[in-house]
């Protein structure tokens, strides 16, 4: 079975620091890894999509890396402002349908 | 907006109902998702169709009936629900084989059974 671990689970920061969050699977053979934001009771946005060719992709303040013959991806966001506050979940995709996610790193960054 | 709809947004139902989950997408994708997320648990595959053909069931109980009249629509049906299925339901939907296969999420629809 796949699995997508996320680390830290919750992380608390002071505005304008930099952050890191954490992806790793199991299976390094993805098609392609993809990061999303949820606000609480919401659905999810798509954040950034990198294919498996590519090592890192970048829109504004967020960069995500991939590093598959590690199992890993990480997420970084520069600057961090308020309105970054929420869940951020890294979904694995494989050849076929399913999209494989972990539980998410709940991010609070403090005024 | 991402383009994918789901409606109602809230559902309160008892067990003892009956009741549908509508998902729309205006993104002219050929495949949709429908998940299941728990509190502190990833989120759960439920059906995937793709090209209106059901093509993942995973192991879900059949008081879930899904249905997909054509590409653009997918629909959850329920009944005889218990309260453990109470949780937030996503529709997603995606374009597949093609080599940027993104998948755009819905608001979801918060569930309640009492």
């Known amino acids: 079975k796949q699995e997508v671990t996320q680390i830290p689970a919750a992380l608390s920061v002071p505005e304008g620091e930099n952050l890191v969050l954490n992806c790793s699977f199991t299976d390094s053979a993805i098609y392609n890894l993809q990061w999303f934001r949820q606000d609480p009771g919401k659905g999810l946005t798509s954040l950034l999509l990198?294919?498996?060719?590519?090592r890192e992709q970048t829109s504004g303040r967020l960069n995500a890396s991939l590093d598959k013959s590690s199992g890993r991806s990480t997420l970084y966001i520069a600057a961090s402002q308020p309105g970054d506050s929420a869940t951020y979940l890294c979904?694995?995709?494989?050849?076929?349908?399913?999209?494989?996610f972990g539980t998410g790193t709940s991010l609070t960054v403090i005024p | 907006e991402t383009g994918v709809t789901q409606t109602p947004r809230h559902l309160v139902m008892g067990m003892t109902n009956k009741k549908s989950l509508k998902c729309e997408q205006h993104?002219?994708?050929?495949?949709m998702y429908w998940y299941k997320q728990s509190a502190k648990k990833p989120l759960e595959l439920m059906f995937v169709?793709?090209?209106?053909?059901?093509?993942e069931n995973n192991s879900v109980p059949s008081r879930f009936s899904p249905e997909c009249p054509n590409s653009s629509h997918l629909f959850l049906h329920l009944h005889t629900l218990q309260p453990e299925d109470s949780a937030l339901y996503l529709c997603?939907?995606?374009?597949?084989?093609?080599?940027?296969?993104?998948?755009?999420f819905g608001q979801g629809t918060r569930l309640t059974v009492v």
């Open positions: 993104l002219g994708h050929n495949a």
């Open positions: 990198i294919q498996s060719s590519q």
């Open positions: 169709y793709n090209f209106k053909e059901q093509t």
């Open positions: 979904a694995v995709k494989y050849t076929g349908n399913q999209f494989y």
């Open positions: 997603a939907s995606s374009q597949e084989r093609q080599p940027h296969t993104e998948a755009f």
